[in-house]
């Protein structure tokens, strides 16, 4: 049996990537093992003037519920970050390296220094609308281009199995079960969006998984990507900005325009299909079960304390009978639930 590697003893790693060929056989290296993911080992390594990222997938994952997972995901998330950079403007995903699928490994370029993870930024400062329309154009892009390439990306991103057991189940159908007045809002939503075969859907498309590097968003973790509903990223994304509006009353009016921002940035880019019948009102409806999901499901936002997460609770339960139609009426039902 092959011995184990793992990332974080970092010798082990300097070694493997050396027998790789990824790093000059001499000469320095320094390691840092990078916080803030829940799933994965994330190490960066940096030799004179090149810094690599590698991560390795997790079995069980870093949350308080036991929550398991195949770290074959890590390759899913390889195949993702080489697709992305043909399927988005340049400099949007870090450069691909290497794969390894003996230790379920990713190498990847490190998006350089300086730079920040957006969720932190955002949390700081409040939104910037530059940020907010890249991060719009961003995803109408990569909707747009993959719905022209629908074809072959369907074979080839067609598995859905991780957005099952990564999005489905701990999220949406973990709410349901504590939120008997949402489970047939949701039970509903989750069968529609089975059904729905448009686009590349990221499935992790949250600003905890940008960093702004030179006033650019770049986009990490890929391994929930998909060929599927492209209202779920709308859903999954809008929901750390009413998340934000609650939590920080001093920036709340500009989070709530920054939803409206967004969405007319997304428009713009995802083109006609945007404006196609029943888009935005699932868009809105994925919100809704986002929103409660980060409160009641597996991967609760971290920064809401007991009573935000009632708020939030409440607003879901108040809009779910009669959600409203499109995304600046729910920016408006939700802003007027908070000033409430
Ligand atoms: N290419 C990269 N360059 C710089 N930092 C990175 C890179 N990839 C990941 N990171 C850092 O590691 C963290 C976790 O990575 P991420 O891909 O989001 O993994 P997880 O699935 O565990 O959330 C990121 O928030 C970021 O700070
Ligand atoms: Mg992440």
Same mark, same amino acid.
């Given at each position: 049996?092959?011995?184990?590697?793992?990332?974080?003893?970092?010798?082990?790693?300097?070694?493997?990537?050396?027998?790789?060929?990824?790093?000059?056989?001499?000469?320095?290296?320094?390691?840092?093992?990078?916080?803030?993911?829940?799933?994965?080992?994330?190490?960066?390594?940096?030799?004179?003037?090149? =810094?690599?990222?590698?991560?390795?997938?997790?079995?069980?994952?870093?949350?308080?519920?036991?929550? +398991?997972?195949?770290?074959?995901?890590?390759?899913?998330?390889?195949?993702?970050?080489?697709?992305?950079?043909?399927?988005?403007?340049?400099?949007?995903?870090?450069?691909?390296?290497?794969?390894?699928?003996?230790?379920?490994?990713?190498?990847?370029?490190?998006?350089?220094?300086?730079?920040?993870?957006?969720?932190?930024?955002?949390?700081?400062?409040?939104?910037?609308?530059?940020?907010?329309?890249?991060?719009?154009?961003?995803?109408?892009?990569?909707?747009?281009?993959?719905?022209?390439?629908?074809?072959?990306?369907?074979?080839?991103?067609?598995?859905?199995?991780?957005?099952?057991?990564?999005?489905?189940?701990?999220?949406?159908?973990?709410?349901?079960?504590?939120?008997?007045?949402?489970?047939? +809002?949701?039970?509903?939503?989750?069968?529609?969006?089975?059904?729905?075969?448009?686009?590349?859907?990221?499935?992790?498309?949250?600003?905890?998984?940008?960093?702004?590097?030179?006033?650019?968003?770049?986009?990490?973790?890929?391994?929930?990507?998909?060929?599927?509903?492209?209202?779920?990223?709308?859903?999954?994304?809008?929901?750390? +900005? +009413?998340?934000?509006?609650?939590?920080?009353? /001093?920036?709340?009016?500009?989070?709530?325009?920054?939803?409206?921002?967004?969405?007319?940035?997304? =428009?713009?880019? /995802?083109?006609?299909?945007?404006?196609?019948?029943?888009?935005?009102?699932?868009?809105?409806?994925?919100?809704?079960?986002?929103?409660?999901?980060?409160?009641?499901?597996? =991967?609760?936002?971290?920064?809401?304390?007991?009573?935000?997460?009632?708020?939030?609770?409440?607003?879901?339960?108040?809009?779910?009978?009669?959600?409203?139609?499109?995304?600046?009426?729910?920016?408006?039902?939700?802003?007027?639930?908070?000033?409430?």
């Amino acid at each position: 049996m092959t011995e184990t590697l793992n990332i974080e003893r970092t010798a082990d790693l300097v070694a493997w990537l050396r027998g790789r060929g990824r790093l000059a056989a001499n000469g320095p290296v320094e390691c840092a093992v990078l916080a803030g993911g829940v799933s994965n080992r994330t190490v960066r390594v940096t030799q004179a003037d090149r =810094s690599l990222v590698v991560k390795q997938a997790l079995a069980r994952l870093r949350v308080k519920d036991d929550w +398991f997972a195949d770290p074959r995901r890590v390759h899913r998330e390889a195949l993702g970050l080489r697709r992305l950079a043909e399927l988005t403007p340049p400099g949007s995903v870090p450069r691909f390296v290497d794969e390894d699928h003996e230790h379920h490994l990713l190498v990847m370029e490190a998006v350089p220094e300086p730079h920040e993870n957006w969720k932190v930024r955002l949390l700081r400062e409040g939104p910037d609308p530059d940020h907010v329309r890249q991060f719009g154009r961003l995803l109408g892009t990569l909707h747009a281009r993959s719905r022209a390439e629908a074809g072959e990306l369907r074979e080839v991103f067609g598995d859905r199995s991780f957005f099952e057991s990564l999005r489905l189940e701990p999220y949406y159908r973990r709410a349901a079960e504590r939120q008997p007045r949402a489970r047939g +809002f949701i039970d509903e939503l989750i069968a529609e969006t089975r059904g729905i075969q448009e686009t590349l859907v990221h499935g992790d498309y949250s600003p905890k998984n940008v960093l702004v590097h030179d006033g650019r968003l770049v986009l990490l973790d890929h391994e929930v990507i998909h060929f599927g509903d492209p209202t779920f990223d709308l859903g999954f994304s809008l929901t750390h +900005f +009413f998340g934000k509006a609650l939590h920080r009353p /001093a920036q709340r009016e500009r989070f709530l325009e920054a939803v409206g921002v967004y969405w007319e940035e997304y =428009s713009a880019a /995802a083109g006609s299909p945007a404006k196609a019948d029943g888009l935005e009102a699932r868009a809105v409806r994925h919100t809704l079960a986002c929103l409660l999901a980060r409160v009641d499901g597996r =991967s609760p936002l971290e920064y809401l304390d007991e009573t935000e997460r009632a708020v939030q609770r409440q607003v879901v339960l108040d809009l779910i009978p009669c959600p409203p139609p499109d995304i600046p009426g729910l920016a408006r039902a939700v802003g007027e639930r908070l000033a409430g």
